[in-house]
């Protein structure tokens, strides 16, 4: 005994030690790969995860893989390993950052134009924030699924979700989702053609939302500019069109925004040269746009809109819009390679999500019979205790009843003292 015991204790020690160097391995490739925005060092940090048998940190390596593989398009690997993190925190319990991946998850299906699965996800997220009383993830996922009914020109429904989340982000003073709310609602009313008015209210009240944040608002204002020029270039409005449209060009170009912003400056200048009859002009503003669309960095129906300008183009340069219409379908069918590679991968997910869910399942079963097991376990003892108590009372009782007639029967028996 004497010598086993400092043996075990030994054993255990070190394995304490080496699970601590292990911990501190993960963390520092963790930390690492996130510095420098390494997809190999977050690969090796998933591989010390692995050997700690720890699903927590092995969720955070796979989540931190899809989410810098997301980043540089290998849109295929990225899902997968979202997938994987999913699963994870899932064994983890992590919620929070389960309902991170949903999110991840519903937004790369959103980009590759499943809008339905991307709804699912989002959806599905929402539940479960509401359970968890996460109002940030639930308002952030409910306006992303807004912005997914708009996306699949499912209007009202969109419409109804901003209107809803409108009460609780002016309550919280959530200022950006409120604006971008009101964005959208502008952009909606353009669409379907409510009129100038009701797009300008929209579009003054996404700027409005802003009270700390002067750089948003910013990106608000320049919004408003060549959103309600889209309207002019509409009614016919051409003149009003071109200048607020270079009015927004000029405070865009005073920051760095996102080409998307000035891919929608441009071609909407562009139109209001060509409708204005200024076809040089009209030329030289979808030139700029092509210098601005990278097709790979935008949603993929911005592919279609692209191949417009390129169309467009070809009426006074057939040389170029021939080199740029190539680029554009050769990019369609590696949309098309990415939408089957979506399907085949949203397969795995369901089989490994129903393999998932049938585990959980059979967990509960077994821990409800564990459950009912030590219930009746505890049943028995209590049983037990309440009878042996009850046997011990009867016996005491007897023994006690047996001492009482011994003392009445010697009393009785006993000669009583005479006076001699």
């Not at 996800?121 to 996922?141: H, P, T």
């Not at 320049?222 to 020029?229: D, G, P, S, T």
Request: hydrophobic share 40%; with cysteine; glycine share 4%.
């Amino acid at each position: 005994m004497s010598v086993k015991f400092p043996l075990t204790f030994m054993l255990l020690l070190l394995a304490l030690i080496h699970n601590v160097e292990a911990s501190d391995e993960f963390q520092q490739l963790y930390d690492s790969a996130k510095k420098h925005k390494s997809i190999p060092l977050a690969e090796l940090s998933l591989k010390s995860a692995k050997s700690l048998e720890n699903d927590e940190l092995i969720a955070r390596a796979y989540f931190l893989i899809a989410y810098y593989q997301k980043n540089q398009r290998m849109y295929y690997e990225s899902l997968n390993n979202y997938f994987s993190a999913l699963e994870y925190y899932g064994k983890a319990g992590n919620h929070k950052r389960y309902m991170d991946t949903l999110h991840g998850i519903g937004n790369l299906y959103a980009k590759g134009g499943f809008l339905k699965e991307a709804m699912d996800f989002y959806q599905e997220g929402i539940v479960l924030a509401k359970r968890e009383k996460d109002i940030d993830r639930e308002l952030s996922l409910r306006y992303q699924l807004a912005k997914t009914y708009r996306m699949n020109e499912e209007y009202d429904s969109a419409t109804n979700m901003y209107q809803s989340l409108m009460p609780t982000l002016i309550k919280l003073k959530k200022e950006h989702l409120m604006s971008q709310c009101y964005l959208e609602m502008g952009y909606i009313v353009s669409v379907i053609g409510l009129g100038y008015d009701t797009a300008n209210f929209f579009y003054t009240k996404a700027i409005e939302a802003y009270r700390t944040n002067s750089k948003d608002q910013s990106v608000a204002e320049i919004k408003k500019k060549y959103r309600l020029a889209y309207i002019n270039n509409k009614n016919g409005e051409y003149k009003s069109a071109k200048k607020s449209l270079l009015s927004a060009l000029a405070q865009a170009n005073e920051s760095t925004y996102d080409p998307e912003m000035m891919v929608d400056i441009y071609s909407n200048l562009g139109d209001a040269y060509e409708y204005l009859g200024v076809t040089d002009s009209a030329i030289m503003m979808y030139k700029q746009v092509l210098d601005y669309i990278d097709v790979e960095d935008f949603d993929f129906n911005y592919v279609w809109n692209a191949k417009l300008l390129y169309d467009y183009c070809k009426k006074f340069d057939p040389a170029e819009s021939k080199a740029c219409s190539k680029v554009i379908y050769d990019f369609t069918d590696e949309v098309v390679e990415f939408k089957d590679k979506l399907v085949e991968a949203n397969v795995h997910y369901q089989v490994r999500a129903a393999n998932y869910h049938r585990e959980n399942e059979l967990l509960y079963t077994q821990r409800q019979n564990n459950r009912e097991l030590i219930n009746l376990m505890i049943f028995l003892a209590l049983g037990l205790v309440i009878f042996s108590g009850l046997v011990f009372y009867l016996y005491e009782r007897k023994r006690r009843i047996e001492k009482w007639r011994k003392v009445l029967k010697e009393l009785t028996i006993k000669p009583r003292f005479t006076k001699n």
